[in-house]
């Protein structure tokens, strides 16, 4: 394994992600293309998360469809397992003991006072469940695991990284030691991603999505019904691409020259809405060919997935238990 035998300079990155199943452009845009660029840089460990989805899940029938899904995406888009490890957050049941153990150095107020817990409570009343309060610790556990260097995070995991920052501290004051690494925040421009409706984030839950294993009819069904700029009543009206989610998309996956264009014709009405997503759904299918290929390849063999995730499992069970040694020892647990 490369991993195994010469460390990359930079250091081990950690993420975590809950398994939503196939992946949307918004994931894709924001999260994954960045875990394959850091790659190239870094020791890379991606953790499927389902533990942390129990807390706001209502039934777990989909959980380990999504699971496989989620890691089809990652593999296709290119995440490279033979130096990467890819693996199943309960698969190594370490991180609930360390999770245990941190929540001991954790101030409760500090867990109730966070943002996300705030807003998790807004989103299900009905079901506050301790889990839930503990989730930045069972996150915190996860990244001091694996002795992780970096972590990326988007604007809203941040206080989450603070947290296993302020935590890593007091465990090793605490304890007298420096056994737990304090990762460093590498925050990162998560481009806001719209879903077709051209006002709210896009996620699966809003049905505001378009999936990047789509078909290409699915695709083109999906870009045609986007929300353009609202002043744009008739195709003869002037409109406003800094306004419009076509255009921002327009950005990601159309070639320079036709982004400028539409930035002109666009605002003189040289070029129609429907004109201009049909160029969208062309270009979003070409940019998504080849990985298309590589998903419909990798899903012709299921049990080849789940190896490579149970090999992930394996590898990070082994920095696991290192880590754990020396929490034990640095405790003094008998
Ligand atoms: N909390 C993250 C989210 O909701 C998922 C996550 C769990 C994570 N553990 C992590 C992210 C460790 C980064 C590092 O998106």
């Given at each position: 394994m490369p991993s195994a035998t010469k460390r990359k300079k930079?250091?081990?990155?950690?993420?975590?992600?809950?398994?939503?199943?196939?992946?949307?452009?918004?994931?894709?845009?924001?999260?994954?293309?960045?875990?394959?660029?850091?790659?190239?840089?870094?020791?890379?460990?991606?953790?499927i998360v389902d533990l942390h989805a129990l807390t706001t899940l209502e039934t777990t029938e989909n959980l380990r469809q999504n699971s496989y899904e989620m890691a089809l995406d990652w593999l296709a888009a290119g995440i490279r397992p033979e130096e990467t490890i890819m693996f199943i957050q309960s698969h190594v049941l370490e991180v609930?003991?360390?999770?245990t153990i941190l929540s001991m150095v954790t101030p409760l107020g500090k867990l109730t006072d966070l943002p996300t817990f705030k807003e998790k409570v807004r989103q299900q009343p009905h079901n506050i469940n301790y889990g839930l309060v503990g989730y930045p610790v069972l996150m915190a556990a996860d990244i001091v695991?694996?002795?992780?260097?970096?972590?990326?995070?988007?604007?809203?995991q941040q206080p989450h990284l603070e947290f296993t920052r302020e935590v890593?501290?007091?465990?090793?004051?605490?304890?007298?030691?420096?056994?737990?690494?304090?990762?460093?925040?590498?925050?990162?421009e998560f481009p806001k991603v719209l879903g077709?409706?051209?006002?709210?984030?896009?996620?699966?839950?809003?049905?505001n999505h378009i999936e990047i294993a789509a078909t290409p009819e699915e695709t083109q069904q999906r870009v045609m019904q986007m929300v353009t700029d609202p002043q744009r009543m008739r195709r003869t009206?002037?409109?406003?691409?800094?306004?419009?989610?076509?255009?921002?998309?327009?950005?990601?996956?159309?070639?320079?020259?036709?982004?400028?264009?539409?930035?002109?014709?666009?605002?003189r009405a040289g070029i129609g809405c429907v004109d201009c997503k049909k160029l969208l759904a062309k270009n979003l299918n070409e940019h998504l060919r080849g990985f298309r290929q590589?998903?419909?390849?990798?899903?012709?063999?299921?049990?080849?997935?789940?190896?490579?995730?149970?090999?992930?499992g394996a590898r990070a069970k082994r920095i696991a238990q290192a880590t754990m040694q020396e929490v034990h020892a640095a405790i003094g647990l008998p």
């Open positions: 930079k250091g081990r990155v950690f993420s975590g992600a809950r398994p939503t199943g196939r992946q949307h452009l918004g994931n894709y845009l924001g999260a994954i293309k960045n875990y394959v660029a850091l790659q190239d840089d870094y020791d890379c460990v991606y953790c609930t003991e360390l999770h695991l694996y002795k992780s260097d970096a972590v990326p995070v988007g604007v809203d890593v501290r007091s465990f090793n004051y605490r304890f007298n030691t420096q056994c737990l690494i304090e990762p460093e925040m590498k925050a990162t077709i409706d051209g006002v709210q984030k896009m996620s699966k839950s809003l049905n009206d002037p409109g406003n691409p800094d306004v419009c989610n076509v255009f921002t998309l327009h950005k990601s996956f159309s070639s320079p020259e036709e982004v400028a264009n539409i930035n002109v014709e666009c605002r590589r998903r419909a390849e990798l899903d012709r063999n299921p049990d080849d997935v789940w190896d490579i995730l149970n090999e992930g």
